[in-house]
């Protein structure tokens, strides 16, 4: 069994996002566009401060409302960047700006984000990646890897024997293959 599904159930942090959330599939964008910015603001650190700083997070970032976010200004930066209940990168914060505008973009070519991932689906991990790193600002290979796993586009996110892996198979994930049908 992956430690993850070892080491969190039972956690205060881990365990809620472990059991009900992490690998989980959905279709709404403010959850989305939570976990690629959750995601982005991992990067180098752990993710145990990201779930720790997830309501600051919430809060300084305007629930995730992605047009909220798109429309935020200089003064928006200065504040995040004084903003002690979150991480505060100064690239990170603008990539997570810039990506809302995007997602804003996607609705345009594909009524949103959700119908974006679908539409790219299924690709390998490489490809994946390759398509963020071409779409959003600060995703690489992990940034990618787990979010995609987290909202059930590629798999990983939970061990065979993880009770929590079946309450996902019911779902039926995307990366499960055509057909899979999802609406958390």
Known sequence: MSSYCLSAPGHAFHGPYHDREYGFPTRDETILFER???EIMQAGLSWLLILKKRDGLNKAFAGFHVDTVASFTDDDVA?????ETIIRNRLKILAIIENAKRLQAMRETHTGFANWLA??????KAEWVKLFKKTFKFT???ITGEFLMSVGYLPGAHDGACPVSNTIMDIAPPWMGPGAAFYV
């Open 140 to 142: 690489g290979g992990e």
């Open 36 to 38: 690629l910015a959750m």
């Open 79 to 83: 504040r995040l960047l004084g903003d």
């Open 119 to 124: 539409a790219c689906h299924p690709l390998t």
